[in-house]
């Protein structure tokens, strides 16, 4: 029997929950099976930086020419992008690691769709130091996802893999909130899924999902297939 290769799933968002200026709020995930490959990217990007020997390349501390040179070298890379944006309605949302935890669960929903059985491992850029919120954070998001999997909470400055996560996140924030839309473009492509839900959709669902109820909350999703050929 062939051996199903196994891919590497790297997470992170763009935008805040707690700050009510803030319309929307990006999770991006990258699904890749070299994800040794992504260092190439920020290695070749870091030759466009202005700052010289800055720790890692983050979207909103990089100019335009290293966004670009990162993007173009993304989209050219074998891997998968999902998108999840989430509309605050005005809402001062606190940063828990249960609201943390759904943000993901609704991303992960298609990643698991897409990947089935072939991911590995999940990293996400650490969101929470404290050991005690990490925790909290993993075991609420295996039981929204009813199954237990493996969960890596890395600094990005050592872990520069998921900065990917990163650079597609500021760019969806930056094509939602209309500040520029041609670095979304440069990736567009490498996108299968693109989900928009609101606060209060997320909440129901959640709900629903605690309660054992069938009924879910509508939400929209690209109509791309999630399944992989």
């Known amino acids: ?94 940063d828990s690691p249960e609201n943390f935890a759904l943000l993901c669960w609704l991303i992960l929903e298609d990643c698991l769709l897409f990947y089935r059985e072939e991911i590995k491992e999940i990293v996400f850029d650490r969101h929470f ?29 050592k872990d520069s893999r998921v900065n990917t996560a990163d650079m597609v996140a500021g760019s969806l924030l930056w094509l939602k909130t209309g500040k520029d839309s041609s670095f979304y473009e440069l990736i567009k492509r490498k996108i299968v899924s693109e989900k928009l839900v609101n606060w209060k959709q997320i909440k129901k669902k959640f709900w629903h999902k605690k309660m054992s109820e069938p009924a879910q909350a509508p939400i929209q999703t690209s109509n791309k297939s999630l399944r992989k050929k």
């Open 129 to 157: 130091h404290q050991e005690k919120d990490q925790k909290s954070f993993n075991h609420t998001l295996s039981k929204l996802l009813g199954q237990k999997m493996n969960f890596t909470h890395v600094d990005s400055q």
């Open 1 to 94: 029997m062939k051996e199903i290769k196994k891919v590497t799933v790297f997470i992170d968002e763009s935008g805040t929950l707690p700050d009510p200026k803030d319309k929307v709020v990006i999770v991006a995930a990258i699904g890749s099976l070299n994800p040794e490959k992504l260092l190439i990217i920020s290695k070749s990007a870091r030759k466009f930086q202005k700052k010289k020997g800055a720790a890692e390349i983050k979207f909103y501390k990089a100019g335009k020419r290293t966004k670009r040179k990162f993007l173009e070298n993304l989209a050219n890379q074998d891997l998968e992008i999902f998108v999840l944006t989430v509309e605050k309605q005005g809402k001062k949302i606190e």
